[in-house]
């Protein structure tokens, strides 16, 4: 009886109160928003935005709904994320194979690399890229072509694109030829278990990758083009570049500072996996009598993956995070136009920072339920 | 015949290492100079070749000098450490002239160019940077629109709270017990007191100091210390909570912690300047710097929950066993025997969340808060001193990355401290 009681009243208490902080809440906001004349509800999402973004992904115009400027606003956040994400693996994966090399100076650099960009915080990294460095590149006129084709400006990153004709004839080749290298993967797997035999999965995916799309712009008629940005006055001082893809500074600064920052992580990350499988497991491999390719592929990596990739994953989940600092220098992500300007213009302060905060929360929960599934899937299973 | 052939060897070692030397030095010669002195020994070579005459150079000097072992302990050092393969040798050389080639463009716009003289824009002259800007914008810097006369204000508050961060040193053998207790209950306390009442005044005759002057590197440290004195707590509470076999407040307590954990600190910021006085009940005020503060540690509590139930989940077994055996209740237990075991343990861990709270602060300044982002870029837009953000940006950056390199420094080391002494 004692017992019950001591296990039922801690409960009780903690649902109270988290009954009785709720409900305060709930009633102030009620008497607040009485007395300001606004009333609690989502039928705003479907009203006119009536606003403007600077750069989007999809089309969008001032007479678009604030749901439409929601999912606009969310894809810009995500693109991001995306690139950042890109970018920092590789990065992050240089750095940290290089913070293991023998080369002193190579190691050192790494090492340097990695204590620099992650001891200053992400913000000023962001305002310095955009605010500073991004500020001395030329103007329109004045800028040299990189690579030939594309032009780093002030007022953004201008490089050619792709117009295509009959794009999804492209596409269906791309996806038939994984699809097919799939297959052959687990076809080359079946031999090998039952003959002992290796095919060259390699080269044949790679054959395959290459040539199917290739086919398609042979016989299926696809072609390709190129649009270039070429510079335009548009008044005595005043010039642009029209055509291709514009790359908003924002964007730029942004991916940068991410990417920057995050790699350090990311390497701190591959460093930890490389280090965390004993030479013993190498040694083994080899006396086994597996080449060194083998050795990487089938001893080192996959273990060195259930090491890197958990908190790797939660350095993207970070960077996806981060990439809302987007509103500090006005890229038009989720948090500037919804929980911004979408504020401003409704006053609806509960339903939006809801909105934000559960987009956020949700892709968090996805990513974090994904990783708890690798991670019992990639398990060691101990007897 | 054995002893002519070593000679012989010998004798092509040594030109080998002759010839490797003049060539590496050369190369190192010319990139040196170009970039230094801006004289070009390969300009005479037709367009491309001269940009990457150095890089052949270097990369034929070192193949000849890497041999297996020559005797000279310089050169052996060189060859083990950064001249093993061809690859290596390449990105030593690739690494080395990139220092050389960027080390004096960055030299000549930080200090040889740069101006620090004079009190007006007027005064930067060279085509370096301009440090007046700075020297004149520094007392913003660290202290906000704060006023000039009371800064002594924010300085001894700032000594007296880590003046009182030591006494814990100085205790005598006999009250050493109440260590845990002076740090985690007192003073935090004495902490908050001192800071009001010295930074904010309106008492014992100080003059009072809106919150909205505060500012610079000064709110900064005033933010993360009392979210992390605030924060610890609570974090404590919800790891226990998390650990709790009673299934309504583990599941609270989880949904607590993965809640604010999943969002980022910008909509929390939001939350507590848009969405939190919604609410309060009406005709209640509550200073925005109080909301922010709040706001932070409620956030930062859970990732503070998170570092200490590692520390909890890191004991084992035996000791809540032991504790167990012997009697004592679950409070007893954890007071006495789990919680000054753990806490020792997350100790690194707390340091690398203050770590990062230290570098969230500066986003403050997206509800308006003027703290050094915002000080930059107030003095960024001023029309006085237009054109200064790299200056500005970069004196930030290094402030930052001094406190947070010694930070992070220390926590490693106390990380090494602790991992020898279990």
Same mark, same amino acid.
């Given at each position: 009886?004692?017992?019950?009681?001591?296990?039922?009243?801690?409960?009780?208490?903690?649902?109270?109160?988290?009954?009785?902080?709720?409900?305060?809440?709930?009633?102030?906001?009620?008497?607040?928003?009485?007395?300001?004349?606004?009333?609690?509800?989502?039928? $705003?999402?479907?009203?006119?935005?009536? =606003?403007?973004?600077?750069?989007?992904?999809?089309?969008?115009?001032?007479?678009?709904?604030?749901?439409?400027?929601?999912?606009?606003?969310?894809?810009?956040?995500?693109?991001?994320?995306?690139?950042?994400?890109?970018?920092?693996?590789?990065?992050?994966?240089?750095?940290?194979?290089?913070?293991?090399?023998?080369?002193?100076?190579?190691?050192?650099?790494?090492?340097?690399?990695?204590?620099?960009?992650?001891?200053?915080?992400?913000?000023?990294?962001?305002? =310095?890229?955009?605010?500073?460095?991004?500020?001395?590149?030329?103007?329109?006129?004045?800028?040299?072509?990189? $690579?030939?084709?594309?032009?780093?400006?002030?007022?953004?990153?201008?490089?050619?694109?792709?117009?295509?004709?009959?794009?999804?004839? =492209?596409?269906?080749? %791309?996806?038939?030829?994984?699809?097919?290298?799939?297959?052959?993967?687990?076809?080359?797997?079946?031999?090998?278990?039952?003959?002992?035999?290796?095919?060259?999965?390699?080269?044949?995916?790679?054959?395959?990758?290459?040539?199917?799309?290739?086919?398609?712009?042979?016989?299926?008629?696809?072609?390709?083009?190129?649009?270039?940005?070429?510079?335009?006055?548009?008044?005595?001082?005043?010039?642009?570049?029209?055509?291709?893809?514009?790359?908003?500074?924002?964007?730029?600064?942004?991916? %940068?500072?991410?990417?920057?920052?995050?790699?350090?992580?990311?390497?701190?990350?591959?460093?930890?996996?490389?280090?965390?499988?004993?030479?013993?497991?190498?040694?083994?491999?080899?006396?086994?009598?597996?080449?060194?390719?083998?050795?990487?592929?089938?001893?080192?990596?996959?273990?060195?993956?259930?090491?890197?990739?958990?908190?790797?994953?939660?350095?993207?989940?970070? %960077?996806?995070?981060?990439?809302?600092?987007?509103?500090?220098?006005?890229?038009?992500?989720?948090? %500037?136009? $919804?929980?911004?300007?979408?504020?401003?213009?409704?006053?609806?302060?509960?339903?939006?920072?809801?909105?934000?905060?559960?987009?956020?929360?949700?892709?968090?929960?996805?990513?974090?339920?994904?990783?708890?599934?690798?991670?019992?899937?990639?398990?060691?299973?101990?007897? | 015949?054995?002893?002519?052939?070593?000679?012989?060897?010998?004798?092509?070692?040594?030109?080998?290492?002759?010839?490797?030397?003049?060539?590496?030095?050369?190369?190192?010669?010319?990139?040196?100079?170009?970039?230094?002195?801006?004289?070009?020994?390969?300009?005479?070579?037709?367009?491309?070749?001269?940009?990457?005459?150095?890089?052949?150079?270097?990369?034929?000097?070192?193949?000849?000098?890497?041999?297996?072992?020559?005797?000279?302990?310089?050169?052996?050092?060189?060859?083990?450490?950064?001249?093993?393969?061809?690859?290596?040798?390449?990105?030593?050389?690739?690494?080395?002239?990139?220092?050389?080639?960027?080390?004096?463009?960055?030299?000549?716009?930080?200090?040889?160019?740069?101006?620090?003289?004079?009190?007006?824009?007027?005064?930067?002259?060279?085509?370096?940077?301009?440090?007046?800007?700075?020297? &004149?914008?520094?007392?913003?810097?660290?202290?906000?629109?704060?006023?000039?006369?009371?800064?002594?204000?924010?300085?001894?508050?700032?000594?007296?709270?880590?003046?009182?961060?030591?006494?814990?040193?100085?205790?005598?053998?006999?009250? *050493?017990?109440?260590?845990?207790?002076?740090?985690? &209950?007192?003073?935090?306390?004495?902490?908050?007191?001192?800071?009001?009442?010295?930074?904010?005044?309106?008492?014992?005759?100080?003059?009072?100091?809106?919150?909205?002057?505060?500012?610079?590197?000064?709110?900064?440290?005033?933010?993360?210390?009392?979210?992390?004195?605030?924060?610890?707590?609570?974090?404590?509470?919800?790891?226990?909570?998390?650990?709790?076999?009673?299934?309504?407040?583990?599941?609270?307590?989880?949904?607590?912690?993965?809640?604010?954990?999943?969002?980022?600190?910008?909509?929390?910021?939001?939350?507590?300047? &848009?969405?939190?006085?919604?609410?309060?009940?009406?005709?209640?005020?509550?200073?925005?710097?109080?909301?922010?503060?709040?706001?932070?540690?409620?956030?930062?509590?859970?990732?503070?929950?998170?570092?200490?139930?590692?520390?909890?989940?890191?004991?084992?077994?035996?000791?809540?066993?032991?504790?167990?055996?012997?009697?004592?209740?679950?409070?007893?237990?954890?007071?006495?025997?789990?919680?000054?075991?753990?806490? *020792?343990?997350?100790?690194?861990?707390?340091?690398?969340?203050?770590?990062?709270?230290?570098?969230?602060?500066?986003?403050?300044?997206?509800?308006?808060?003027?703290?050094?982002?915002?000080?930059?870029?107030?003095? *960024?837009?001023?029309?006085?001193?237009?054109?200064?953000?790299?200056?500005?940006?970069?004196?930030?950056?290094?402030?930052?990355?001094?406190?947070?390199?010694?930070?992070?420094?220390?926590?490693?080391?106390?990380?090494? *401290?602790?991992?020898?002494?279990?």
């Amino acid at each position: 009886m004692n017992n019950k009681i001591k296990r039922i009243l801690p409960q009780l208490l903690t649902i109270l109160f988290v009954v009785f902080v709720f409900g305060f809440f709930t009633i102030n906001a009620q008497v607040n928003m009485d007395n300001r004349g606004i009333d609690f509800g989502f039928g $705003f999402l479907s009203q006119e935005a009536s =606003f403007d973004m600077q750069f989007t992904l999809l089309d969008y115009d001032g007479q678009d709904s604030y749901l439409w400027a929601y999912v606009v606003a969310l894809l810009n956040t995500l693109l991001v994320s995306f690139l950042g994400i890109i970018f920092c693996t590789i990065l992050g994966v240089i750095i940290g194979i290089a913070r293991l090399s023998q080369n002193f100076l190579i190691k050192n650099s790494a090492a340097w690399y990695v204590e620099f960009f992650r001891n200053i915080p992400l913000l000023l990294q962001i305002f =310095f890229w955009y605010y500073a460095a991004l500020r001395a590149l030329p103007l329109p006129e004045n800028a040299q072509p990189w $690579f030939g084709v594309t032009y780093m400006t002030i007022k953004g990153y201008y490089i050619p694109s792709m117009i295509w004709e009959n794009l999804n004839v =492209f596409m269906s080749c %791309l996806i038939a030829a994984i699809v097919a290298i799939i297959f052959i993967r687990i076809y080359a797997k079946k031999i090998q278990e039952r003959e002992g035999k290796q095919l060259p999965v390699l080269y044949i995916s790679l054959a395959l990758i290459t040539i199917l799309p290739l086919l398609s712009f042979l016989i299926g008629g696809v072609t390709l083009d190129f649009e270039m940005p070429v510079l335009k006055q548009l008044a005595q001082t005043s010039f642009i570049f029209e055509g291709g893809i514009a790359l908003p500074p924002e964007l730029i600064a942004l991916v %940068l500072a991410l990417s920057l920052y995050t790699s350090t992580f990311v390497a701190e990350c591959v460093r930890a996996g490389i280090q965390g499988i004993s030479k013993g497991q190498k040694e083994a491999a080899a006396s086994v009598g597996l080449t060194p390719n083998q050795i990487l592929k089938l001893v080192i990596m996959p273990q060195a993956l259930r090491i890197i990739i958990p908190p790797t994953t939660n350095q993207y989940l970070n %960077l996806t995070k981060n990439s809302s600092l987007a509103a500090a220098i006005a890229y038009p992500d989720l948090v %500037l136009v $919804f929980a911004g300007t979408a504020l401003m213009q409704t006053g609806k302060a509960i339903e939006i920072v809801g909105i934000t905060m559960l987009t956020y929360l949700s892709i968090s929960l996805a990513i974090a339920a994904l990783m708890n599934w690798y991670n019992k899937r990639i398990e060691i299973k101990e007897k | 015949m054995n002893l002519s052939l070593n000679r012989i060897k010998s004798q092509n070692q040594m030109t080998n290492i002759y010839i490797g030397s003049a060539l590496l030095i050369l190369s190192i010669l010319d990139v040196f100079l170009n970039s230094f002195f801006r004289i070009n020994i390969s300009g005479s070579l037709p367009g491309n070749l001269s940009i990457f005459f150095p890089l052949i150079l270097g990369f034929l000097g070192l193949s000849y000098l890497r041999t297996e072992y020559s005797g000279y302990k310089f050169l052996d050092s060189l060859n083990k450490n950064i001249n093993t393969t061809n690859f290596n040798a390449f990105l030593t050389l690739f690494i080395t002239f990139a220092i050389l080639k960027a080390f004096p463009p960055a030299l000549s716009w930080m200090v040889l160019d740069a101006n620090i003289s004079g009190d007006t824009k007027e005064a930067c002259t060279g085509t370096g940077a301009c440090w007046t800007y700075i020297k &004149v914008w520094f007392k913003r810097f660290m202290y906000g629109m704060y006023p000039n006369e009371l800064h002594w204000r924010i300085n001894s508050a700032f000594l007296l709270v880590i003046g009182l961060g030591f006494v814990g040193y100085f205790f005598k053998e006999n009250l *050493k017990k109440y260590l845990a207790l002076y740090y985690v &209950v007192i003073y935090p306390i004495i902490a908050f007191l001192i800071i009001y009442y010295l930074i904010s005044g309106g008492a014992f005759g100080l003059v009072w100091v809106e919150t909205g002057a505060w500012g610079g590197l000064s709110l900064t440290f005033i933010v993360s210390f009392f979210c992390l004195i605030f924060c610890f707590p609570l974090g404590m509470i919800l790891a226990l909570g998390r650990r709790s076999n009673l299934p309504a407040i583990r599941y609270i307590s989880v949904g607590y912690i993965e809640f604010w954990r999943g969002v980022p600190l910008i909509t929390v910021l939001f939350m507590s300047s &848009v969405m939190f006085p919604m609410f309060l009940p009406q005709d209640f005020f509550m200073d925005k710097l109080v909301r922010v503060i709040i706001a932070i540690t409620l956030f930062e509590a859970a990732y503070c929950a998170e570092v200490i139930r590692g520390g909890l989940q890191a004991l084992p077994r035996g000791q809540y066993d032991a504790a167990k055996s012997l009697g004592m209740g679950y409070w007893k237990m954890h007071i006495f025997v789990i919680l000054p075991q753990a806490l *020792k343990l997350v100790i690194p861990g707390i340091a690398n969340t203050f770590l990062a709270l230290v570098k969230d602060t500066p986003l403050i300044f997206v509800v308006g808060l003027a703290e050094i982002a915002g000080m930059l870029a107030l003095a *960024k837009t001023n029309p006085k001193w237009l054109g200064f953000a790299m200056e500005g940006y970069i004196f930030a950056a290094i402030i930052f990355w001094i406190i947070c390199y010694a930070m992070s420094k220390y926590s490693y080391n106390l990380e090494e *401290k602790y991992k020898t002494e279990r």
